[in-house]
């Protein structure tokens, strides 16, 4: 079975093949298996790993373009997953600079961390003689995003960060804002809010790569939903992002229950820049995509009423 590793020498990107018997690819893991191509067939190719059994996140690459944890991946299952495939694609994370090989600069994504300041501010009637005592459901409330091993798997696949990084964070970073906004000792949830407002957190594009990606069933897509939560009960409800947010609600609990494409866009962004978006909304109405009487809303859906009292028990749920 032919193994196709995306190589980077420092200056240059290439491919270069590696031949391997059936025999040397079964009972393998992943990085086992790059551990063997570099034992017995190339000092030269470089990756890192540390603890082989997904704890320290240091072993993540691509394969066919997926992430996977490589110390956590039967070679047996992948084999299963590509339906026997002669050859299998091997690449660095996606979303991060290429070093060398299979080795990336996490430097971007640790700074990203320290914005979000990830250390919790205890409140001020915890202190060293009586400690931080936590119930059980305040623990379980952030017990799966203290999992994180730092991995970048659900990075590697965001398509946010593919489109622009620019004004973006690596998902797992508002994991980390989130586990420390909702940790019950926190003194104020906004030191971590707030910086993940200012550095994307309405741009996620609701893609949910990162968490059907995660191998520890971390879901940053929740937890960027959550934040946002936080953030707009906090008064960061300015913007774009929230008004799309408000003005779907509105939609669904006071209008008929529909979704008004029309009105949305008028209270997300507004009627100026909407305004020089017209050329759009007359290609789709030419295209008999959009119908501009839409606006004046239409029956009421079936079942509104039962969805509206769903929302409204959700809401009195959160707040106790
Ligand atoms: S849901 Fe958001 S954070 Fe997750 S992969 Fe998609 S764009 Fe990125
Ligand atoms: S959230 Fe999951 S995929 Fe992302 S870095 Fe943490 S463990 Fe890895
Ligand atoms: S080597 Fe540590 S997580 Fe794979």
């Given at each position: 079975m032919k193994f196709i590793i995306d190589r980077f020498d420092g200056q240059q990107k290439y491919k270069q093949a590696y031949e391997l018997s059936m025999d040397e690819v079964k009972g393998q893991t992943l990085l086992s298996l790059l551990q063997h191509i570099k034992r017995?067939?190339?000092?030269?190719l470089n990756f890192t790993a540390a603890c082989?059994?997904?704890?320290?996140?240091?072993c993540a690459v691509r394969v066919n373009g997926h992430s996977y944890l490589a110390c956590d991946t039967k070679m047996e299952e992948l084999l299963e997953e590509y339906k026997n495939p002669s050859s299998m694609t091997i690449s660095p994370l996606n979303n991060f600079r290429v070093i060398s090989d299979l080795v990336v600069d996490w430097e971007p994504s640790i700074e990203n961390l320290r914005k979000i300041k990830p250390t919790i501010t205890p409140q001020?009637?915890?202190?060293?003689?009586?400690?931080c005592k936590q119930t059980q459901e305040e623990v379980n409330r952030i017990k799966k995003q203290w999992?994180?091993?730092?991995?970048?798997c659900c990075a590697s696949e965001c398509n946010k960060l593919e489109a622009d990084a620019s004004d973006y964070m690596q998902p797992f970073v508002f994991t980390h804002a989130y586990r420390a906004a909702a940790?019950?000792?926190?003194?104020?949830p906004m030191i971590h809010v707030k910086p993940s407002v200012m550095n994307?957190?309405?741009?996620?594009?609701?893609?949910q790569e990162c968490a059907d990606r995660c191998p520890k069933g971390i879901s940053s897509f929740s937890d960027i939903a959550n934040l946002r939560v936080k953030a707009v009960a906090n008064g960061?409800?300015?913007?774009?992002g929230p008004g799309h947010a408000t003005a779907f609600l509105t939609d669904i609990v006071e209008g008929?229950?529909?979704?008004?494409e029309i009105k949305l866009a008028l209270r997300s962004e507004g009627v100026i820049k909407n305004m020089g978006k017209m050329d759009i909304a007359f290609n789709l109405m030419g295209a008999g995509?959009?119908?501009?009487?839409?606006i004046f809303e239409g029956d009421e859906i079936e079942g509104h009423e039962d969805l509206v009292k769903m929302i409204k028990a959700a809401r009195a749920a959160s707040k106790e």
């Open positions: 017995t067939q190339d000092i030269t082989r059994m997904a704890i320290c996140g240091a001020e009637a915890f202190s060293n003689k009586h400690g999992d994180c091993i730092l991995c970048g940790d019950s000792r926190s003194k104020d994307g957190l309405w741009n996620c594009v609701h893609c960061l409800d300015e913007g774009e008929t229950g529909r979704l008004n995509k959009m119908n501009p009487l839409h």
